[in-house]
C-alpha cells in the first residue's frame, strides 16, 4: 500500500492563482483531512470529510475548498492565492464511524505534505 | 474545544539520556495521540493511549486521565530520535471527528 499520497511536493504560486493540491489514499479509509502548518505553530485543521460527498469546515477553512467525490481523493482548491497561505499542507487519513463518529479514536496517516509558497 | 499544552517547546539532550516530554489538556477524552515529525516533514503515528501506559522499543507514553496528562518517554536517547513530537487530543465528543494538536516539542539530542 501506498498509503496517502499527496502531489505536487513543492509549489511556488503568484499572488491571485489559483491551484488544486492533490490527495489520494489506498487505504480504504472514510475520513479525511486537510491541515496547514505554519513555521512554529501546530497543525491547524482546513477541511475534512468523513466520506464521499460529505465535507466540513475545519478551523481555518477561507481562502479553500474542497470536494470528496470519492472514498480515495480529497483535493484541496486554493483560489486567488494570498501571502498569508504560504504553508505547508498535510493529508491525513483515517478510520471512523459515521459523521462524528469516534474517528479521535483512530490513528491518522499522513501524507508527506506539500510546500507551498506564494508570492 | 479541547486545548493542549506541550512542554518543554524545545529540547537538547545528549545522546544516552532520558527524555520527557509533556504533553496537558482541558477537556476529557477517550483517547491521546502522540506523533513524530521527522527532520524532513514527514509525520508518523507514535501511540494512541486512553490508560494507563504504552511501550514500543525505547519510547514509552503514559496517560493520567483524572489529572489531563501525557508524558513521552525516550529511553537511551539517540540523534536519529531527533524531531518534533506532538501530542493531539479529539476536539471534543461533539466533533469526535477532529483532532486539537499541539505546538510541538522540538528534540535534539546530539552525539
Known amino acids: 500500500n501506498a498509503g496517502v499520497t499527496q502531489t505536487p511536493k513543492f509549489r511556488i504560486l503568484k499572488i491571485g492563482q489559483s491551484m488544486t493540491l492533490q490527495c489520494t489514499q489506498d487505504?480504504?479509509?472514510?475520513?479525511m483531512y486537510w491541515y496547514r502548518q505554519d513555521p512554529g505553530m501546530g497543525l491547524k485543521l482546513i477541511y475534512y470529510s468523513v466520506g464521499a460527498g460529505i465535507t466540513d469546515k475545519g478551523e481555518v477553512p477561507n481562502g479553500y475548498n474542497v470536494s470528496r467525490s470519492t472514498t480515495e481523493d480529497f483535493p484541496l482548491r486554493l483560489e486567488l492565492a494570498a501571502p498569508s497561505q504560504t504553508s505547508v499542507y498535510f493529508c491525513a487519513s483515517s478510520y471512523g464511524v459515521g459523521r462524528g463518529g469516534r474517528a479521535g479514536n483512530q490513528p491518522q496517516h499522513f501524507g508527506d505534505g506539500t510546500r507551498l509558497s506564494i508570492l | 474545544k479541547n486545548e493542549v499544552e506541550q512542554s518543554p517547546q524545545n529540547l537538547t539532550a545528549q545522546e544516552g539520556e532520558f527524555i520527557t516530554i509533556n504533553c496537558s489538556y482541558s477537556v476529557g477524552i477517550s483517547a491521546l495521540h502522540w506523533l513524530q515529525q521527522h527532520p524532513g516533514g514527514g509525520i508518523v503515528s507514535l501511540f494512541m493511549?486512553?490508560?494507563g501506559k504504552k511501550k514500543h522499543g525505547r519510547l514509552i507514553a503514559t496517560i493520567n486521565i483524572q489529572e489531563k496528562h501525557s508524558s513521552l518517554h525516550i529511553t537511551a536517547s539517540h540523534p536519529r530520535d531527533s524531531a518534533v513530537y506532538i501530542c493531539a487530543v479529539p476536539s471534543g465528543e461533539a466533533s469526535g471527528s477532529r483532532l486539537t494538536f499541539g505546538e510541538g516539542t522540538q528534540l535534539t539530542v546530539n552525539p
Open positions: 493511549l486512553s490508560s
Open positions: 487505504m480504504n479509509h472514510n475520513y
